[in-house]
């Protein structure tokens, strides 16, 4: 199963409504945390290393559903820290979905097969398993052994009841185009999941390793090898093709982050949620139109100046797509 024809229908359909109504700035996906804490210490995160006041703040379902409103985005990625520790986070996903969001909730895996029966398969729900790799590759990523088969066996009880089950990988500089296929066909053909989300590492400020990140020039060098025997067109990427060939360099983009903004305990962070550069904004609104976005994006900002994450090129990557009959036929016929 690839991305839902619903979520393609009601994404195209956003868009194009901001379009004819003018408006240049708008959200596609809404990042909400509900909380950081989390069952892991990955050492390239750089969510759990805040103070421990914040750590134990969670946002409550109202608060989740207010963010979601007011930004209007059709996709809700669930993020954290680990989601699956909320105590409601069952009902944060009933809520929005009930409101016909496309709810994808991420989570290590390490909590998911006890938790499978809080929540319900939909078109508008998947999982989105966090797989850094495969075996030992995925353990030393995040710190702990073991833990990727608790993933594994959580995708597959997953999709044996029916749910949609997505993954989401990051790639650092230990990395090889040869792991890289290795990983997406595993994932792919081996576990059978219905998508994948790929990512190259970037440094959170706050993470303790600040030195495994693929830079500009790597990012492109591997994704170009990873890709030269066109394996990605087989590959079930949840990405549009011009955001894969702005990851092979084939094309650049200016950084949109407000496209994908983020919502947590502590409000809606500037500019995106990989930086911490400037006071949280109170509102979507504020976020959006008092943020100085000339400021960001490499060439402008020096934290930006190796990113090439999805939050800020994919919303880019997406608007050129719908902007261009060609681009908007290839990513149609993608899987």
Known sequence: MSIPLQQ???VGKYV???RLRGIEKFALV???????????ECAGCGK???PTEILRKRLTVQECVDAAEECEAPVVSIAGGEPLIHDQIHEIVAALVARKRFVYLCTNAILMRRKLDLFEPSVYFAWSIHMDGVGERHDEAVCRSGVFEKAVEAVREAKARGFRVTTNTTF??????RTIRETLDYLNDELGVDNMQIAP????EKAPDQEHFLGVERTRAIFREAFADGRRQKWRLNHSPLYLDFLEGKIDFDCTAWGIPSYSVL??????YLMSDAPYARSYKELVEETEWSKYGRGRHEKCENCMAHCGYEPTAVMATTGSIKEALRAAVAR
């Open 30 to 40: 809404l990042q909400l945390e509900p909380l950081y804490q989390c069952n892991l």
């Open 48 to 50: 759990i290393q805040h």
């Open 201 to 204: 590492g970037y440094a959170y």
């Open 8 to 10: 393609k229908f009601a």
């Open 267 to 272: 409000g809606w962070q500037r500019p995106c």
């Open 172 to 177: 650092f500089d230990r990395d090889t185009p």
């Open 16 to 18: 194009l409504e901001k």
